[in-house]
């Protein structure tokens, strides 16, 4: 350990050197070390190193910017407080971001828009990032522009997701227009990827009152209808993602968003259905949520919440004592409950619907 804490601070001296070979050098040592020990990340920070990082994100050269931006990505994963202590250093992550279209190589673009999301795991920097006005959008240019390589449109989804977790910083999110991006990738990239990352941030940024408006000026509820069709072939985490978006934009908005879900077509409804049957527990749950919001909170949909709301397994001691293939009975019985009970309450919603 004590070879490490040398190797750290020679490396980290050597970052202050007027010769560019050395510092070249240094830099590609630490973002070896912190790439492939862990351990390394916090001595490497407490050596002093992040104050020559950031600065470094400012250099012409590439090669000096990538192995910077790659360092700080890799001590962000397990020391995050160092680098949110340190001076200047979101300035510096926002000068790379914002030169994402000119001077900035893409690798170093990706790896600090990675090191937002990594930072932003910790949800009390989550207001700090998102009262970064130039960060959010740097980002959200990121995925407008149709250049941006895939890598970069991912790594700028992620941080902008880790952003709107945090609800006020839902409202600056709109404001800077990342409704309208946001949507226009969904509609012109069809990367499964791309559009599962994208309509989760969108499902975050719909749970606040600003929503509705922004979204229907761009269609939104359609888009999301559409996607929830099972004739388009969204996967699974995609309409899981939309019935969230659709929930929370039914219950923070009015009677606009309400009256286009209203009118969702039968292949939406099936995807709904999809998503009672074959969604997570959240999924299965939201999709039920909506069902009964479009229904005016019909008590009709109580049980079947009630139901997925319980673990599949309740009686573990009876698991154990009936053995392995006991339990995947149990599992395949229950399943088979949720499923038909599933098929039972779409059908009383479609007749409801068409009465």
Known sequence: ?????????????????????????????????????????????????????AETLYS???????????TLLNISISSRAPLMSTRGLLDAI????????????????????????????????RPIIGAKRDIV??????????????????????????????PLNRASLIDLGAVGALFSLVMKDGRVGIVEDTTAVIAQIAGCEESESEFLKFSGVKVLVDLLDVGTGSSERIKENTVGALLNLVR????????EVKEMRPGAVEGIKDVMENGTAKGKSKAI????????????WDFAVQLCAKPLLTDTNRVSQTG?????????LRWSMLKQLATILL???LAFSSA
């Open 252 to 259: 923070c908005g009015g009677g606009g968003v309400m009256r």
């Open 1 to 53: 350990m004590e070879v490490m804490h040398r190797t750290a601070r020679s490396l980290v001296k050597k970052l202050g050197s007027v010769s560019e070979i050395t510092r070249s050098e240094a830099l590609a040592e630490l973002r070896l070390m912190t790439k492939n020990d862990e351990e390394s990340r916090l001595i490497i920070a407490e050596a002093g190193a992040i104050p020559y990082l």
């Open 324 to 332: 392995f293939w006991g339990g995947v009975e149990l599992v395949a």
């Open 289 to 300: 949520a909506l069902l009964k919001a479009v229904e005016g909170g019909a008590k009709k």
């Open 137 to 166: 959008y740097s980002l959200i240019e990121i995925i407008k522009r149709p250049n941006s390589p895939p890598r970069s449109i991912k790594d700028a989804l992620k941080a902008l997701f880790g952003i709107a977790l945090f």
């Open 60 to 70: 012409s050269s590439h090669d000096s910017q990538d192995n910077a931006a790659a």
């Open 94 to 125: 926002s000068h790379v971001l914002s030169h994402h279209a000119t001077s900035s190589s893409p690798s170093a673009v990706q790896s600090s828009a990675a090191t937002l999301y990594s930072l932003l795991v910790d949800d009390s920097y």
């Open 347 to 349: 059908s009383l919603f």
